[in-house]
């Protein structure tokens, strides 16, 4: 939902002591887990001294849709944001951080990766940026390094790549599979996936597998029988590629339709190399978003605008195949719900940095600065649909990012500058 469009809210899904090193320590060896084993203390922390907080609450602060509050506080009880508001009327807490005159946002919502893979395609971007256009094959590359992995390897790469964007402000993603296509290593990927996030995505149909390249029908089959049946349980999305050397807009539709008789919610990759059915099929199947949306009709965006299905933008995959850019701005303007994300993935958008994607948004995709940052945080959300977690209001999980920085405008101001100088998340001191 763009900052004006009044949110959406369907059903979800303290700080230790600064001088408490290994609590830290130990906060960020649990950074990539959802379990709630790994959340904060019931003690209350009061973080106050802040030049600028986001609440992502348009009835608060400036009553812009950021819902900005001028030196402000914030006050974390558990893994819970209990309070916000000006900072001389906190209330009493038992710890207390000092934000140094520093802003405070909501944690980025990655509402779009791929991180369970192996294998490296550095070979096919120096090639790419050479003068070769990018198309769907180059993913059949990762396939069969990701099945030659074992179980750790493809961990410990996915382990590797959290923390990297946990660095970065990443506090909640989504990731999906798709680079196994078969019955084992698909739900093999999901498994790994789910010991990390509630946020998995079932993507079978990622390409249609190799195994299959003559009978793409037998591999539909597949993706919507066996295979649906052993990954439905690790996950909590389905997904799939509709496009031209992918999936047609028949075949997504009996996968899509597959995965919601098994309890799996739809999401779907549009409209991102050509014109297609795409978001249209988002639309009819109210999936919860409609991911990279670059090539768009009138009637795509009026659909979009009609809907409940975010249009997610991954200017990642553009700034990496130099494609089109994405008309956020028409989007926006249509009153379209949008939500940025990184699109990490090892072929075509091998970022996991959302400040990244929020400086390409802003320079390329026709989007302000607090239109960025929204879609980023809340817009991910939405595109989850979650109401938990994009926002720092009473009640929504304490994920939090300080900033070195007065404002959130930096992201964009200062692009490729790591601004990033403290993570909250689940009301843990994560990283600073």
């Not at 944001?81 to 980025?108: C, E, L, M, Y």
């Not at 506090?171 to 996030?197: C, M, N, P, Q, W």
């Not at 659909?303 to 700034?319: C, D, H, K, Q, Y």
Request: some cysteine; hydrophobic content about 40%.
């Amino acid at each position: 939902m763009t900052p004006g469009r009044p949110p959406a809210r369907p059903a979800c899904a303290p700080e230790p002591d600064p001088t408490a090193d290994q609590a830290t320590k130990d906060a960020m060896s649990n950074a990539t887990t959802d379990s709630p084993a790994h959340s904060a203390s019931t003690a209350s922390t009061l973080i106050t001294n802040i030049a600028a907080l986001v609440t992502n609450d348009p009835s608060l602060g400036d009553s812009s849709p950021l819902g900005l509050i001028q030196d402000a506080a914030v006050v974390i009880e558990g893994d819970r944001v209990a309070w916000t508001g000006d900072q001389s009327k906190a209330p009493a807490t038992d710890n207390r951080f000092d934000a140094g005159g520093r802003a405070v946002i909501p944690g980025f919502v990655d509402s779009h990766s791929h991180l369970v893979f192996a294998g490296d395609r550095t070979q096919e971007f120096n090639a790419r940026m050479s003068g070769r256009p990018y198309s769907a094959g180059g993913i059949r590359t990762t396939v069969a390094a990701t099945r030659a992995a074992s179980d750790e390897e493809l961990e410990a790469n996915l382990t590797h790549y959290l923390r990297e964007a946990l660095r970065q402000g990443t506090t909640t993603f989504e990731t999906k599979s798709g680079y196994g296509l078969t019955v084992r290593d698909e739900a093999r990927a999901l498994r790994i996936a789910a010991a990390h996030t509630d946020e998995v995505t079932y993507l079978g149909a990622h390409i249609v597998s190799p195994d299959h390249a003559d009978d793409p029908a037998s591999y539909v089959a597949l993706v919507t029988g066996e295979m649906l049946d052993a990954c439905a349980p690790y996950a909590r999305w389905i997904d799939v590629f509709c496009e031209k050397g992918a999936f047609d807009g028949d075949q997504a539709r009996a996968i899509l339709t597959a995965g919601k008789a098994k309890g799996l919610h739809p999401r779907i990759h549009a409209n991102q190399l050509s014109y297609g059915p795409g978001v249209q099929l988002a639309v009819e199947l109210d999936a919860a978003s409609a991911d990279h949306c670059t090539h768009l009709t009138d009637a795509d965006v009026d659909a979009l605008a009609n809907s409940r299905t975010v249009a997610t933008l991954l200017p990642g995959a553009e700034f990496s195949t130099r494609a089109e850019w994405p008309d956020a701005r028409r989007l926006l303007d249509a009153g379209v719900t949008v939500a940025l994300s990184t699109d990490c993935n090892p072929g075509s958008s091998f970022t996991s940095s959302v400040p990244f994607c929020i400086a390409l948004a802003v320079r390329d995709m026709g989007m302000t600065p607090d239109e960025a940052l929204w879609s980023a945080t809340a817009g991910g959300a939405a595109a989850l649909r979650r109401d938990d977690i994009g926002r720092l209001t009473p009640g929504s999980r304490a994920d939090l990012l300080l900033l070195d920085a007065p404002s959130h405008v930096h992201l964009a101001y200062r692009p490729g500058v790591p601004l990033v100088g403290g993570v909250w998340r689940k009301g843990a001191h994560v990283g600073s």
